[in-house]
């Protein structure tokens, strides 16, 4: 294979020759607009149960907010964000939390019951929170999201830092 046709299916093209279109990565791109620190109206869109990393993650969708993102152009509305629950896993019982009050186990099944009285849901059982999941029972949900921005790894992003039934 030639070094002009490294990646697979690709033909072999004229060195210097574009062949992915036309862009200019200087002079097109803008960071993704932010959504300002406070909290907003928005609506349960989706809710998954991420397996791999233990969590249920939550899609929300803002609406009814009247508020523009950082760029000054671009309406927080419609904008979507995720918000996660950590649920607990074997060997979590063994393990302390950050604070060193409780064992990760103890405090993950804290905030869960948390979360799930501020939003006035049930979430006592696995078995409860996948019928859920599947029978779509949380998507329409209205809440209010804490929203803040926050820098991770070194790139600016949103986040929802708590939700609350509306």
Known sequence: MSEDNFYEGGEDVEPGV???G???LDSEYKPEPLIPNGTYTA???SV???LKANCIV?????HDNDIMASDGNT???GMELWY?????KPGDENEFSKSGKTTKRQSKINMLTKFAQKMKINMGTPKIIAQAITEGEWIGLEVKAEVTVSEYKGEVRNE?????AA
Do not use: C, E, Q, Y
Request: glycine share 4%.
């Open 18 to 20: 574009a062949t992915f």
């Open 22 to 24: 036309d862009f200019d």
């Open 43 to 45: 609506a349960v869109k």
């Open 48 to 50: 998954k149960a991420d």
């Open 58 to 62: 939550w899609g929300v969708v803002f």
């Open 75 to 77: 309406s927080i509305d």
């Open 84 to 88: 996660r629950n950590w649920l607990p």
């Open 160 to 164: 929802i830092n708590s939700m609350i």
